[in-house]
């Protein structure tokens, strides 16, 4: 079992910048993909970007250039860093662990993003 507890997120004008941070405990593998999903209303959930166990990362096309994710695996620990927010990056965001070998998803509560003038 894993539990994800995220922080950061709440209000910023447009071109700010914000932090998101998710720290994960329980059964973490080194190969497991830690990453941020987001959901605003009305609209279906949707990738960010992710690390997997190996370093790489993907980003949504969305936020290439904007976003960047980062991964501490001593600390189990995941962060985004926004900058350049636009009114349409307005979400609850989530925090997420795939376990490839076990084909588990792990979600944590969300924390929202507001993005407005």
């Known amino acids: 079992q894993v539990q994800l507890v995220e922080s950061g997120g709440g209000s910023v004008q447009p071109g700010g910048s914000l932090g998101l941070y998710c720290a994960a405990s329980?059964?973490?593998?080194?190969?497991?993909?830690m990453g941020w999903y987001r959901q605003a209303p009305g609209k279906e959930r949707e990738f960010v970007a992710h690390v997997a166990g190996g370093g790489t990362t993907n980003y949504a096309d969305s936020v290439k250039g904007r976003f960047t994710i980062s991964r501490d695996h001593a600390k189990n620990t995941v962060s985004l860093q926004m900058h350049s927010l636009k009114p349409e990056d307005t979400a609850a965001y989530y925090c997420n662990v795939f376990q490839p070998l076990r084909g588990r998803n792990y979600w944590g509560q969300g924390t929202q993003v507001t993005v407005s003038s």
């Open positions: 329980g059964n973490i593998a080194s190969i497991d993909f």
